[in-house]
């Protein structure tokens, strides 16, 4: 069973940037991708960006895409999430997530994760 830890939330300016880490653990632990979600207090958990293992490619929603990155280092098993001009909107719990189980084709939804990270606060003020 892989397991993952998340650091490098915090607070944070509007227009500010904070970078995410996702240490997956053991190093050899496989998985066909990773990807990072975050919920904000009384909503659901919302995708935020993957990245296939397969080929690197990378996958965000429209809320974020253009001002995060993700990007995955293979040798380290670790996956950062960066995260430039930060909007209060983007204040949540980030948590990080792998799909070592090929159950559906997409890479977007919280269902299609078998391992969590604990989370990790981001706050962005105004």
């Known amino acids: 069973q892989v397991q993952l830890l998340e650091s490098g939330g915090g607070l944070v300016q509007a227009g500010g940037s904070l970078k995410l880490s996702c240490a997956a653990s053991p190093r050899t632990a496989s998985y066909y991708g990773m990807g990072w979600f975050r919920q904000a207090p009384g909503k659901e958990r919302d995708f935020v960006a993957a990245?296939?293992?397969?080929?690197?490619?990378?996958h965000y929603p429209s809320s974020v895409k253009g001002r995060f990155t993700i990007s995955r280092n293979n040798a380290e098993n670790t996956v950062l999430l960066q995260m430039n001009s930060l909007k209060p909107e983007d204040t949540a719990v980030y948590y990080c997530a792998a799909k070592t189980v090929w159950r559906t084709i997409s890479f977007n939804n919280p269902a299609d994760y078998d391992a969590w990270g604990q989370g990790t606060q981001v706050t962005v003020s105004s």
């Open positions: 990245i296939r293992r397969s080929d690197g490619s990378t």
